[in-house]
């Protein structure tokens, strides 16, 4: 098991774009087992590799009791739209309904560099949305209205983790922090 620390609002590879993975090799598979395992220890629902400083295209996700991840995704989504509570785990105890499409066909590869397409709705939506927005450098509170956004950015401000640099934060593997992404 190799937990990371997960990087915090403020570090600026969380603002970087990732760059796609170009190489399935034993490296990625290593990565992705990363992913899995801080994410899971966390816990959350998803994880981006940018959260744990790496800036390559690949997230993983946990959602209703399936483990999964995707690597270079590309997204199609529906018109409908859903509204709900979102959070961040990069962004510790920050909770905001958030809009995002209601349903997302994401297509892209396994860590074997072999194709996949993932539909999902609800919650998997939401949860591929949010980890793909972290691989292009957006933050979920880039999707918040302007007052949810303010009040979103007093709590960051107000918050004990964020006093401290990035290097001397670590997320609790028991902290209470819901089902953040």
Not at 98 to 107: D, E, F, G, I, Y
Request: one cysteine or more.
């Amino acid at each position: 098991m190799s937990i990371k620390d997960i990087r915090l609002f403020g570090d600026p590879v969380l603002r970087t774009p990732a760059v796609d993975v170009v190489d399935f090799d034993k490296q990625l598979r290593v990565l992705v087992k990363d992913l899995e395992d801080t994410m899971l220890d966390a816990p959350g629902a998803g994880l981006a590799a940018p959260q744990i400083g790496v800036g390559l295209r690949v997230f993983t996700y946990w959602v209703d009791g399936v483990l999964g991840h995707l690597v270079n995704p590309s997204l199609d989504l529906s018109d409908e739209e859903q509204d709900g509570p979102e959070g961040c785990l990069s962004i510790p105890g920050v909770a905001f309904d958030t809009k995002r499409a209601l349903s997302v066909v994401a297509r892209g590869q396994n860590m074997w560099g072999e194709p996949v397409v993932l539909e999902g709705t609800e919650l998997l939506a939401r949860c591929v949305q949010h980890e793909t927005d972290h691989l292009d450098g957006i933050l979920f509170l880039d999707r918040l209205d302007t007052e949810s956004r303010r009040e979103a950015m007093r709590a960051i401000r107000e918050s004990d983790w964020f006093a401290q640099s990035p290097t001397e934060v670590r997320i609790s593997p028991h902290s209470t922090f819901g089902r953040a992404m």
